[in-house]
C-alpha cells in the first residue's frame, strides 16, 4: 500500500474493509466482497493488480498466509508463556526455600523494593500476602529512599530486592554497601547472571522470556511479571507450610 501513489475514494473503501476483516476475506468471492461493500468486482481485480497481485485470488492467498502467520505467533506467545512457567516452577523446586524463609522469621525488620513499576507492585502484593500471617514487610518505594534504608539498616535485619535485569549503578553501589553491613540479602531475578544475584546471600530465579516484536530495548518488560509473582507465592506458601502456626 505504501508503495502506490494514490488510490481512489472506491479502493479506500475496499482497503478498510479488507483491513479490518482480513480473515474472513480469506473465504470470500469476489462478488461476497462487492455486495459487502457496495463495489463491484471489476474494482476488487482493479485494487488487486495495483497492489501487485495477478487477481483477487492471489490477493486472498496472501491475506491467507499473513493471517496464518499471526495466528501462529500468536499460539507461540501462549507456548513461551506456558514454558516460562513450567521453567520457573522447576527452578523454584530446586532451590531449598527454608533457609531464606527461616531468615523472613527470625529478621528484626523486613524490607522490600522492586526497581521498577511492576517489580514494586509485585512486592506490594508479595508484603500484603504475610500481612496475614502477622509479618509485616516494609515496601521500600523507589531508590532515593532504598539508600536511607541501607544507611540504618542492621545485620539482623532482611532486604528482598526484585529487578528484571539485576543491574544497574545505583542498585548494585547499595547492594555492596549492605553486604559489607552483613545484612543479607534475597534477590529475586530471572536466571542470568547479574551483579545483584552476585551480591546477594539468597537468590530465587524466575524464567521471562521477551515476546519478539514488542519492543527493541531488551530490558523492557512488557508483561513479564507472571512468573515472578509464581516464584514468591511460592515462597509465601512454603513459609506458611513451615513457618506459620
Do not use: C
Request: proline fraction near 2%; aromatic fraction near 12%.
Amino acid at each position: 500500500m505504501n508503495q502506490v501513489s494514490s488510490f481512489s475514494n472506491i479502493e479506500y473503501v475496499l482497503l478498510e474493509y479488507i483491513i479490518s476483516a482480513k480473515s474472513k476475506i480469506i473465504y470470500m468471492q469476489a462478488a461476497e466482497l462487492a455486495s459487502n461493500t457496495y463495489t463491484s468486482p471489476a474494482s476488487i481485480t482493479r485494487l488487486s493488480k495495483k497492489l501487485g497481485f495477478s487477481g483477487f485470488n492471489e490477493f486472498k492467498f496472501f491475506l491467507k498466509q499473513e493471517v496464518n502467520e499471526r495466528r501462529t505467533n500468536k499460539n507461540k506467545s501462549w507456548q513461551l508463556l506456558q514454558s516460562d512457567i513450567e521453567k520457573t516452577i522447576h527452578l523454584t523446586e530446586e532451590t531449598n526455600l527454608l533457609p531464606i524463609n527461616r531468615l523472613i522469621a527470625e529478621a528484626k525488620n523486613i524490607f522490600v523494593f522492586g526497581t521498577d513499576w511492576g517489580e514494586h507492585n509485585t512486592a506490594e502484593l508479595f508484603a500484603r500476602n504475610f500481612m496475614a500471617l502477622d509479618i509485616y514487610m516494609t515496601v521500600i518505594p523507589s531508590i532515593t529512599e532504598l539508600r536511607w534504608v541501607s544507611e540504618k539498616v542492621q545485620k539482623n535485619d532482611v532486604i528482598l530486592i526484585i529487578s528484571y535485569s539485576g543491574e544497574g549503578k545505583d542498585v548494585t553501589e547499595i547492594s555492596q554497601l549492605l553486604k559489607l553491613k552483613k545484612v543479607k540479602i534475597i534477590s529475586v531475578t530471572p536466571l542470568t547472571r547479574n551483579h545483584l544475584s552476585n551480591l546477594s546471600s539468597h537468590n530465587l530465579y524466575y524464567q521471562a522470556t521477551q515476546l519478539e516484536g514488542v519492543s527493541d530495548d531488551p530490558n523492557a518488560e512488557y508483561n513479564l511479571f507472571t512468573t515472578l509473582h509464581v516464584v514468591l507465592d511460592a515462597l509465601f506458601r512454603n513459609y506458611f507450610d513451615n513457618f506459620y502456626q
